[in-house]
């Protein structure tokens, strides 16, 4: 139970010291004690038919992801959220979780799905040479039409990004995965990324930039989904 004190300030009632009176040692370690910010053990639990990964965190939402190459489901959910509440986020993301592994199994059959955790160094390497001799075409071009450049660009494998942004220092990072698909994929990328250093986010502004940029960008986008990370 906590009481309001001066200035709006939150004080524990069994805490509150009178005028001129110094807290003692026990009540000032305790007030600036960090709070426990404990994670419960991971459990892996049946829902809704499942097989599940249920991680309780000191979050205030629920989030669900599918992991790995099997499709198995991971959920982060809040301390105290009932277990009901949480069935209820597996039953309405059902058709998507169903999509999704359709999609993976159809993409393995094809040969889409793209295993990032083995990659020898001579792939790699194979991959970044691949990256090195576009950027060096494509860089100029794209700084010069969207008036951006970043500072640095660097290469990793990601399981579940193809390139990100760091606005505040101008890095973007590419998946070396794009070394080894179509090359308008990469310029996507990389047109995709240089944009955020304009737009943080993906709203009005960034799809317009993007539409102006790359009028079929959204087509490149949709073959670019139909390989999968993992």
Avoid at 95 to 123: C, F, P, V
Avoid at 165 to 178: A, D, K, S, W, Y
Wanted: aromatic fraction near 6%; hydrophobic fraction near 35%; include cysteine.
């Amino acid at each position: 139970m906590f009481g309001w004190g001066e200035a709006g300030k939150r004080h524990p009632l069994n805490s509150v010291h009178q005028p001129g009176e110094r807290p003692s040692r026990e009540q000032a370690a305790r007030r600036n004690a960090p709070r426990s910010r404990s994670t419960r053990p991971a459990q892996v639990v049946e829902i809704e038919g499942y097989s599940v990964t249920l991680l309780r965190k000191p979050i205030r939402n629920a989030y669900l992801r599918i992991k790995g190459p099997d499709g198995h489901l991971e959920i982060s959910a809040p301390l105290k959220m009932p277990s009901a509440e949480i069935a209820a986020l597996v039953s309405r993301r059902r058709a998507w979780i169903e999509m999704w592994r359709a999609r993976y199994n159809s993409n393995l059959l094809e040969g889409k799905s793209i295993d990032t955790r083995h990659w020898s160094e001579e792939r790699k390497k194979a991959a970044r040479e691949v990256l090195d001799e576009r950027l060096a075409r494509l860089l100029p071009h794209w700084t010069l039409i969207i008036g951006k450049r970043p500072t640095a660009i660097r290469y990793r494998l990601m399981s579940s990004r193809w390139g990100s942004c760091t606005v505040n220092t101008g890095i973007i990072r590419l998946n070396l995965v794009l070394g080894e698909l179509d090359e308008d994929l990469t310029e996507l990328i990389i047109v995709h990324e240089i944009t955020h250093l304009w737009v943080s986010g993906h709203g009005k502004e960034f799809r317009e930039r993007m539409q102006a940029y790359l009028p079929d960008w959204q087509e490149r986008r949709h073959r670019l989904d139909e390989h999968q990370l993992f």
